[in-house]
T-cell receptor, first 114, second 114 residues
C-alpha cells in the first residue's frame, strides 16, 4: 500500500523568507501524481501545486516550487518570499493506482512571523 | 473558490439523532468523495462515488452511508449519531478518473455529537 509521510508537524518562517516543507512517499507504482494542498484556518482546502511522476522537471507555480526526487521518493515544497497569507496546514498527497484516490500525509502547520 | 458547497457548516447534535450532511457541486464532476478529518490531522477517505448510482467505501471504516442519485449531489447520512462521530467532514469532487485531475474541496461540516 502507498504511504505518505510528512515528518514536520510544525514549521515557522519569517515573512519574506524561504521555507521548505518535507514529504516522502512509498509506492511500487510507476504512474502517479503528487500534490501539495493548502488548508488555511477555517477555509477551503486548495491545490498549491502538482507533479507528474514521469516528468523530471520540477513543477513551479509563482512562489511555490517542488523538489521532486523520484529515486529517493521525496517531494518537498519550497515557498519563497513567504507571506502572512501562506500560514496554513499543508498536506502532501499521492494519487495513483486503478482507483486514483488521494492518500494524504499528516500535514505540516506553517506559521509566518511578521 | 471551487463551486462545491456543504451544509450545514457547523452542527451540534445529541446522541442517537439521525443526521444528513449535504454536499453539492456545480462543476459537473463525475467523481465525488467524503473525507473525515480530526482537528489538525490528516484526511481519511470514508466514501467515494464514480458517478450516479455508484458508491464505494474508502480506506477508513465509517458507520455513515452515502447516496448518489444525481451527479451534483452526494449526501452523507448517520442513522444514529454518537460522540465518536465528532469530527470535520470534507466533501470533494474531481472531473473523471485521470490521475492529473485536481480534487476540489468544499468548506467542510464540523460535527459535534454530545
Amino acid at each position: 500500500a502507498q504511504t505518505v509521510t510528512q515528518s514536520q508537524p510544525e514549521m515557522s518562517v519569517q515573512e519574506a523568507e524561504t521555507v521548505t516543507l518535507s514529504c516522502t512517499y512509498d509506492t511500487s507504482e510507476s504512474d502517479y501524481y503528487l500534490f501539495w494542498y493548502k488548508q488555511p484556518p477555517s477555509r477551503q482546502m486548495i491545490l498549491v501545486i502538482r507533479q507528474e511522476a514521469y516528468k523530471q522537471q520540477n513543477a513551479t507555480e509563482n512562489r511555490f516550487s517542488v523538489n521532486f526526487q523520484k529515486a529517493a521518493k521525496s517531494f518537498s515544497l519550497k515557498i519563497s518570499d513567504s507571506q502572512l497569507g501562506d500560514a496554513a496546514m499543508y498536506f502532501c498527497a499521492y494519487r495513483g493506482g486503478s482507483q486514483g484516490n488521494l492518500i494524504f500525509g499528516k500535514g505540516t502547520k506553517l506559521s509566518v512571523k511578521p | 473558490e471551487a463551486d462545491i458547497y456543504q451544509t450545514p457548516r457547523y452542527l451540534v447534535i445529541g446522541t442517537g439523532k439521525k443526521i444528513t450532511l449535504e454536499c453539492s457541486q456545480t462543476m459537473g464532476h463525475d467523481k465525488m468523495y467524503w473525507y473525515q478529518q480530526d482537528p489538525g490531522m490528516e484526511l481519511h477517505l470514508i466514501h467515494y462515488s464514480y458517478g450516479v448510482n455508484s458508491t464505494e467505501k474508502g480506506d477508513l471504516s465509517s458507520e455513515s452511508t452515502v447516496s448518489r442519485i444525481r451527479t451534483e449531489h452526494f449526501p452523507l447520512t448517520l442513522e444514529s449519531a454518537r460522540p465518536s462521530h465528532t469530527s470535520q467532514y470534507l466533501c470533494a469532487s474531481s472531473a473523471g478518473l485521470r490521475l492529473y485531475n485536481e480534487q476540489f474541496f468544499g468548506p467542510g461540516t464540523r460535527l459535534t455529537v454530545l
